[in-house]
C-alpha cells in the first residue's frame, strides 16, 4: 500500500496552494467582514485549471479526477472555506453530474464554459420543506409538449445568487427529475438572501421559479431518475466537504502551532506546557486520520468503485474533526482567539457548516448505518 501522492498530485496541490497563499488568503478575513463574494477568485481558479478538474480534457478540463480536486478544495479553503465551497460547488456538484449523467450534447454545451469560468454553477435540492428528507421536494415539473415548465421555490443555494447555471432537482408526474435551468431564463429569480454564522463570502439564497420553461433536452439523466442523479452526485460532494474540513482544519492547526511558539506566559512559551503540547498533538493525529479516509473516498470514486459508505464515513469524521480542531484553536489563542485580529474566529465559525450541509452529521450516519445494515 502506498501512502505518497504521485507527482502528478504533489503538483496539483503545491500549485493549488500557492495560489491559494498568493491570490486567495490575502483578502480572506476583509471578503467575509464584507460578505463579499469570490468571483474574482473563482475566475482566478478557473485559469489554473481548478475548476475543470473533473472535466475530461475532450470537454476543456483538466481531468485531475476527484483526487486532485480534493486536493484543490482543501487547499482552497485551507486559505478560505467561503472560496473552497464556491469551488467544491461547482466541481462536484455541476461538473461532476453533467459528466457522469449528460448527454454529449450538454457535455459539448456547458462543460467547456464550465471549466474555464465563463459559467458559474450551482445545485437546487433542498427545499423549505425538504432538508435531510431531500425526496419530499416539492417544486413542479409538468411538461409542455416538448419543454418542461417549473415551478416553486428552492432554499439555502450556495452561488444562487451569482449562478449561471443550476441543476434544479423537481417533482413530475414520473418522480423526481434533475434539469439544468439556465438563471437568465424568464421566470428564475432570487429570493430571500441568508445572513450566515459562517462561510459569509459565499452567498445563500433562495431560488424562485415562477413558470420557467426548460426546453426537454436539458433533462439531466432519465425522467423520473433524478434522485439516483441527486444522491450519487452527492457521494462526490460529500468527500468535497470532507476536504474542506481538512482545509478549515490544517490552517486552524498551523494558525495554532504559531501562536504556540510565539505567545508567552509564566515566562515561557505557552508551547512549552504538556497542556497545549497535548492539544496541538491531538490535533494533528485528527487531522492525519480524516485525511485518509477522505483520500480513500475520493480514490475509491477515481476507480469507478463503490463508496457511498466510504463517502459518509469521511465527511462524518472530517467534518467533526474540523470542528474539534477549531474549537482547540481558539482555546489555544486565549483572549485572542475571540476576537477578529486572528483568523481562528473565522475558521471556529466556517466549520461549523462542514457537519450541515450536503448531509448533516446525523444523515451521514443514517447513511453509514443503511450500508452496514445492507451488507
Ligand atoms: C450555508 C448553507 C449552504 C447550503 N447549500 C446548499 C446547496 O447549495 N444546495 C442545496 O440543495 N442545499 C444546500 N443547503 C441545505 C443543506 O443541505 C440542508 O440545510 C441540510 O441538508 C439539512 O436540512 P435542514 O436544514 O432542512 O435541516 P433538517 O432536515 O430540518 O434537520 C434538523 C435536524 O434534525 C436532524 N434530523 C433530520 N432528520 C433526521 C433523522 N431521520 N434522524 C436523525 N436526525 C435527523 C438533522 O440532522 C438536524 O440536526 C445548504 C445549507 C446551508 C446552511
Redesign the pocket.
Known amino acids: 500500500m502506498n501512502f505518497d501522492l504521485s507527482e502528478e498530485l504533489q503538483m496539483v496541490r503545491d500549485s493549488a496552494r500557492d495560489f491559494a497563499d498568493r491570490v486567495v488568503a490575502p483578502t480572506a478575513d476583509e471578503r467575509d467582514r464584507e460578505h463579499r463574494f469570490p468571483m474574482d477568485e473563482f475566475k482566478a481558479a478557473a485559469e489554473q485549471g481548478f475548476c475543470g478538474a473533473l472535466v475530461d480534457e475532450e470537454f476543456g478540463g483538466t481531468q485531475l479526477g476527484n483526487m486532485g480536486n480534493i486536493l484543490i478544495v482543501e487547499e482552497l479553503s485551507r486559505a478560505c472555506a467561503s472560496t473552497g465551497?464556491t469551488v467544491s460547488?461547482h466541481n462536484s456538484?455541476v461538473t461532476s453530474p453533467l459528466k457522469r449523467h449528460g448527454t454529449d450534447e450538454q457535455k459539448q454545451a456547458y462543460l467547456p464554459r464550465l471549466a474555464a469560468g465563463e459559467l458559474l454553477g450551482?445545485?437546487?435540492?433542498?427545499?423549505?420543506?425538504?432538508?435531510?428528507?431531500?425526496a419530499a421536494l416539492r417544486c413542479k415539473a409538468t411538461r409542455d409538449g416538448d419543454d418542461w415548465i417549473l415551478s416553486g421555490a428552492?432554499?439555502?443555494?450556495?452561488?444562487?445568487k451569482q449562478a449561471d447555471l443550476i441543476v434544479v432537482?423537481a417533482l413530475a408526474q414520473e418522480g423526481v427529475t434533475a434539469f439544468i435551468v439556465e438563471t437568465a431564463s424568464d421566470g428564475f429569480s432570487v429570493g430571500k438572501v441568508?445572513e450566515?454564522l459562517?462561510?459569509r463570502s459565499?452567498s445563500?439564497v433562495e431560488i424562485l421559479l415562477d413558470n420557467v420553461r426548460v426546453p426537454g433536452n436539458r433533462v439531466l439523466g432519465s425522467v423520473g431518475k433524478g434522485l439516483h442523479v441527486a444522491f450519487d452526485t452527492l457521494d462526490g460532494g460529500r468527500v468535497g466537504i470532507a476536504a474542506q474540513s481538512l482545509g478549515i482544519a490544517q490552517a486552524a492547526f498551523d494558525a495554532s502551532v504559531k501562536y504556540a511558539q510565539e505567545r508567552e506566559q509564566f515566562g515561557k512559551a505557552i508551547g512549552r506546557f504538556q497542556a497545549i503540547q497535548f492539544k496541538l498533538a491531538n490535533m494533528s493525529a485528527d487531522i492525519a486520520g480524516a485525511r485518509l479516509l477522505t483520500y480513500r473516498a475520493a480514490m475509491l470514486r477515481d476507480q469507478g468503485r463503490p463508496h457511498t459508505l466510504e463517502a459518509a464515513q469521511a465527511k462524518l469524521v472530517a467534518s467533526q474533526m474540523c470542528n474539534r480542531v477549531a474549537d482547540e484553536a481558539v482555546q489555544i489563542h486565549g483572549g485572542a482567539g475571540y476576537t477578529t485580529e486572528f483568523p481562528v474566529a473565522r475558521y471556529f465559525r466556517d466549520a461549523r457548516?462542514t457537519e450541515?450541509?450536503?448531509?448533516?452529521?446525523?444523515?451521514q450516519?443514517?447513511v453509514i448505518a443503511r450500508q452496514l445494515m445492507a451488507g
Do not use: H, M, P, R
Not at 356 to 363: F, H, K, N
Open positions: 465551497v460547488v456538484l450551482a445545485y437546487a435540492l433542498s427545499e423549505a420543506d425538504a432538508g435531510s428528507d431531500a428552492k432554499l439555502w443555494i450556495t452561488s444562487g432537482f441568508e450566515k459562517g462561510i459565499s445563500t457548516i450541515i450541509y450536503e448531509g448533516t452529521s446525523e444523515v450516519q443514517l
